[in-house]
Structures are given as C-alpha cells and as structure tokens.
C-alpha cells in the first residue's frame, strides 16, 4: 500500500493524478523511479501534462438504436485535425456505444465503464491522449427516454458538430426531421418560453433595461419599453415561435400542427460552444503534429 508521501513525491515528478500514482507505486513496490518509469510506459505522464489543455474541437454523435432510448454526446479533442483522425472516430463510436448501453447519470460514472477491449473509458482516453498528443476528454452528454407514443428525430450536421435531438409526438417524420434541421441551423436557445431559463431571463432583461435607459427613453415609457423588447427577444429564442426557415410566413409550432406533430423536448450540441477557441488553421494543426512525431 502506497502511503500518502510517496504519493506526493510522484506526483511532483511526473503530474500523474492521486489515483495514478498510487495505483504506479502498488505495482511497483513503492519504488519512485520504477513508478515514475511505469507511468511512462503507460502514456500517464503524457496525458497528465494534457489535462489543463483546452480541448475545443472535436464531434456530436447521437445515437438512437432502441426505439425509447437515445443518447447525445460531445468528446473533444484539441484541433479539427485530430478530431478527422480515424482513432479519434473509432474513439467516439466505441465510448458512445457503451455509455448508451450502461446508461452512466454523470461523466464520472461514464469514466468508470468498462470497454470491449478491457479498458475503462478513463483509461482508453488516457492512452489516447498519450498517443495522439492531444487531450481527448468527454464535454458533456444526455440520455433521454420516451414515454408511448412519443418519437425521437435527430439531425447532425454533415461536419458532426451540430447535432439536434428533438423528442416529438407524432407520425409525420420527414416534418420532424425538419425541424431538427431548422434547429441545427438557426440556433434557437430553448425550446418554448416554459422552458427558458430563468436566470438567463433575468440577466437578459437587465441588459435590456441598460440599454434602454442609456438610449434616453422617458422614465414613464421605459419599463413598457423593456417588456416588449423582451417580448421579441423570447419569440426569437424560443424554437416553436421562429418563423420555420423553409416556410417563414409559418411559426415552428404552426408547421408541426399542421403536420399532427407536437415537439416535446429539444436538446442542440454544438461543438465547443461556449469555451474561448484558439485561432489556428489546418496547415498549423499538421506542423503541430508532425513536430510531435
């Protein structure tokens, strides 16, 4: 059993987690150097000097085999080159497989999952990473269930990292699919004002209220003001008010009614979003990885 200072003591020479390391001096009989070799040889040390990394590229699958069942998940990487890699792909199919299978509530339990080829998926993105020189890291997922009659339609865009999951009651599935489609393209935040979040509402309306007293509006007029401004911004936002982008004289609700169709829950990965990217280009992501080599 590795006690707690020579478990330190690794760490500071090689950056391996807690678990690493113990898990290195266990196996080598608390020797440092043979643990720190060990961790080597496994690609931790690699991968641990990764992990503050910000990984901002990568892809969106979605998974809907079981009629009741689908899962959407985001896996990073840290540029598009790696991200178009064929282990990376193979990466992506094999850890959404299994936590669609296993049904994990959080990334950690997700971690703990155990792979075909025997690994867990902490491990396999750790070698992963240590082979690829990039960290490969799960963002975030979801697994949704329907209840009778309701269907899932998905849509990933052709570069797979926009996807759009959409739970709908309904038969008309060529409309629903629209709809993701429409989804993925105009971006909408929430799928209808039930649904929008009550603190990105809050803060909205205070930067609606700044605005509109910086633009000089009389005292008596600004709060009406602010509350149809706030009126537009939601019917902008939410996914059933847009104007459908195929048809705009027709709302996103107006059209699924038409086609006996009613959108019950609406779930839009983009990859990256919302993390600061660095620029680069595809010539850059090569030369860094050949320089890796």
């Not at 998940?73 to 598009?80: A, G, L, M, P, R």
Request: aromatic letters at 6%; a negative charge; hydrophobic letters at 40%.
């Amino acid at each position: 059993m590795a006690d707690m200072e020579l478990i330190k003591r690794l760490r500071a020479m090689t950056q391996a987690g807690v678990m690493d390391a113990k898990k290195a001096l266990e196996e080598n009989n608390n020797n440092l150097d043979e643990a720190a070799k060990w961790l080597r040889e496994k690609g931790i040390i690699k991968a641990a000097k990764k992990a503050s990394a910000v990984a901002t590229e990568g892809v969106v699958k979605i998974l809907t085999q079981h009629k009741n069942e689908a899962l959407i998940i985001e896996i990073n990487s840290q540029t598009d080159f790696v991200a178009m890699s064929e282990e990376f792909k193979r990466c992506v199919d094999e850890v959404s497989e299994v936590i669609y299978n296993n049904k994990p509530q959080t990334i950690e339990q997700a971690l703990t999952l155990t792979l075909p080829n025997k690994l867990s998926i902490n491990d396999y993105l750790i070698d992963l990473t240590a082979k690829l020189g990039e960290k490969i890291s799960i963002r975030r997922f979801e697994i949704l269930k329907t209840d009778n009659n309701d269907v899932f339609s998905s849509y990933i865009h052709t570069n797979n990292k926009i996807g759009v999951l959409l739970i709908c009651e309904g038969q008309d599935e060529k409309a629903m699919h629209e709809v993701a489609m429409h989804g993925a393209a105009m971006n909408p935040k929430f799928l209808s004002r039930e649904n929008v979040d009550q603190t990105w509402l809050a803060s909205e309306t205070e930067i609606l209220k700044t605005q509109t007293i910086a633009e000089g509006k009389p005292a008596d007029k600004a709060e009406m003001i602010v509350k149809g401004r706030v009126q537009k911004m939601l019917a902008e936002v939410c996914l059933i008010e847009q104007p459908f982008f195929k048809e705009p004289q027709k709302t996103i609700g107006a059209y699924l009614k038409e086609h006996g169709c009613i959108c019950k829950k609406y779930i839009r990965y983009e990859v990256g979003e919302g993390i600061e990217k660095k620029q680069t280009n595809f010539a850059d992501e090569v030369a860094a990885q050949m320089q890796q080599k």
